[in-house]
Each structure stands twice: as C-alpha cells, then as structure tokens.
C-alpha cells in the first residue's frame, strides 16, 4: 500500500462517516478523490461576446495536446451543466477554453466567470491533432472554430522554426474576429505564418462550390494538409470540394455539432428518468440530454454531436426520435444517444 493511502485510511479513522477527501476539500478546494476540478486563475475578454478563461487542474488532468477539447461543469442556480470545449491555450501548460457567449451555458461562462470560481472537468480528448512530422499546412476557421486550431499554432510555431502554416479565418466583422492582434504579432515574428481575414459582412463567405475562391486565398492548398473547423455548412462544403479534388485525406475536420433535421414533424412528451425520479415534459425537437440537464439530472455525455457515445442511456419503454434522420425507436432496452435523440412520446429512460 502506497503511503499517501495509508495515511488517508488512518485519518478515515477521526474522519468516519465523512471521507478525508471531504475535509481536504475545505483547505484545497481541488482535492476531491469522486470529481476532477479546476481553479478560474484568469478571465480576459477577447471580443465584447466572447472570453479567454484560464484554469489549473487538479489532480487527475492529464496534458492536453493541441486541439483537443474537454468536457467542463459548471453549477448555475444549483444545477451542474456540462459543455464541451476545446482548449485554446498551447499543448501541455495551464488549459485555456474561450468562449462565445451562444446559450445558457456559454453565456454564463462568458460573462459571469470571476477568478476563484471552480470548474468540474473530465480529461481533454479529440483526434483533432497536429500531424506527427514537418509538413506545410492550410487551416481554415469559422468563427470560435479558430479556438482549437489557436492552440495548434501556440504549440507549433515557437517549436519549429521551418514551420510553413496558412491561416484563412472567416468572422462576421473585425470586431467579432478572435485573436485578431496575437495572430498580427505572431505572424510579424514568424517568416512561415501567414494569416488571412475573411470578415463576411464585406466580402461575402468563402465561396467552396468551386476552386477558385480558395485558389486566390491560397493558391497551393493541394499541397497542404488542411484542417476545418467552424459551422457545419462550412465544413459540409469543404469536405465536398476536398473529395470532388480526389483529396478527402488531406483534410481533418474538427465538428461543433452535428446535422440535424431542420423540422421536426410530431410530437413531444413526458420524459421520466426513473433513477433521478425527475418527470419532465420535452417538446419533439430538444435532444433529451438537453431535457435532462435543464432539470438537474447528472447525465453522462462527450462530444454532445452523436460521435463518441458517451451519452447512452437504456430506453426502458416508450418512443424516442433520432434528430439526424427522423427514425423513431421504440423498442425497450435499446441503448438510445440521449445528444441526438428526443421525445417521440412519453418515454422512460434508465437514469
């Protein structure tokens, strides 16, 4: 037995029913042996919507690599809220997640997160990665799609001083682009980094049903190994001219959501999540995740897009609806995607 066991099982002793853990969290509010926490140690505004938070980890983060996104909880009027975000800051130091105020959640970490205050956090994750060797790269952003490639290029320019990186970012106006005067300063200090705005209240969106916007932005792209990221018509297109050019592997995209169905026919219905004894009535559009969560049941949850799983949950009866296809499954003890999946009916889930 190690010792830092063997002492906590000897202070079970004075501390019986309360776990020791539970009294470090009084001195270290860090310490807790059931959830990984995080410390606000910095809130800097980046646009008038959007925020730079930056926060030490506790014991159990493992260093992020750069792109990659973690999951981070959040107490607003006594219900914990978990959202995915991707980490801004570079590769291995203090994570950063920045955020733009869109929802209940992003809003409230946006505009209401003061030093001091503690995140609830899962491990970084994603495949959204750097390639392992020197190659020349084209990244292409949409909006707060610029926060898990900011990171990319935090990392790998101070690093490799051949490095030969494009960046093509769309934002709706000068005022709402992130990042804009870091990305001027590093691209003044590195020969190999070149940044283009795109701000599409003046020049329009970035125009993928041919070559030739992209031909002008970027005349060697084919050459590039590229990563998107940012709305999903945005990465829906680029996928579309990479493959019609005969080169779908050079391209990684990193998605913020998955497609839906833009109309959703029927009907809601009451959603009974028989652990947490909650009843709750969900209209037919609203992904059960989502029901769950905005009535204070702790549901389990990843990349909230129907990709990693995470979120499966029993339907024990009744009738739920894929929200990607419209199919409805109503059959009992299916393991159900409560992120891409709501209320067809009344139904019972096993949570």
């Known amino acids: 037995m190690g010792l830092k066991s063997a002492a906590l099982r000897a202070a079970s002793v004075f501390t019986h029913p309360a776990h020791p853990h539970d009294f470090l969290a009084l001195v270290n509010p860090l310490s807790s042996a059931r959830q990984l926490r995080g410390v606000v140690t910095a809130v800097r505004p980046e646009t008038p919507q959007s925020t730079t938070i930056a926060f030490r980890a506790g014991d159990g983060w493992s260093p992020h690599d750069a792109g990659q996104w973690a999951r981070i909880g959040v107490e607003i009027d006594g219900v914990r809220q978990w959202r995915s975000y991707s980490l801004s800051a570079p590769a291995g130091g203090d994570p950063e997640i920045t955020v733009t105020a869109c929802g209940k959640v992003s809003a409230h970490l946006a505009h209401e997160t003061r030093v001091g205050d503690i995140f ?18 084209l990244m292409l952003t949409g909006g707060s799609g610029i926060t898990p490639v900011m990171s990319m290029v935090r990392t790998l320019l101070p ?3 051949d490095a030969d990186v494009v960046l093509i970012h769309s934002a709706h106006d000068r005022e709402s682009s992130l990042f804009g005067d870091e990305l001027a300063a590093l691209a003044t200090q590195h020969d190999g980094f070149h940044v283009v705005h795109r701000y599409t209240a003046d020049d329009g969106r970035i125009d993928f049903s041919t070559t030739h916007d992209i ?3 970027c005349p060697d792209w084919r050459s590039r190994k590229t990563y998107v990221c940012g709305p999903s018509a945005m990465l829906d297109d680029a996928e579309k001219l990479w493959a019609d050019a005969n080169l779908p ?6 998605r913020f959501e998955t497609a839906k169905l833009a109309q959703v026919s029927g009907n809601g219905g009451t959603v009974i999540f028989e652990k947490s004894d909650r009843e ?8 059960l995740l989502e029901v769950g969560e905005d009535a204070g049941v702790l549901m389990p949850s990843g990349c909230r897009m129907g990709i990693c799983r995470t979120c499966l949950t029993p339907l024990l009866s009744g009738r739920v609806r894929d929200l990607r296809t419209g199919e409805i499954n109503e059959t009992e003890g299916d393991l159900i995607q409560t ?10 889930l096993d949570i």
């Open 280 to 287: 709750v009535v969900a209209d037919a559009s609203t992904p």
């Open 159 to 161: 690093k490799r001083a």
């Open 215 to 217: 031909d002008a932005l």
């Open 120 to 137: 609830f956090l899962a491990p970084p994750q994603g495949e959204f990665l750097l390639p392992t060797g020197p190659r020349p790269l």
């Open 339 to 348: 992120c891409i999946s709501a209320a067809a009916g009344n139904c019972h």
């Open 249 to 254: 592997d050079s391209l990684t995209v990193e």
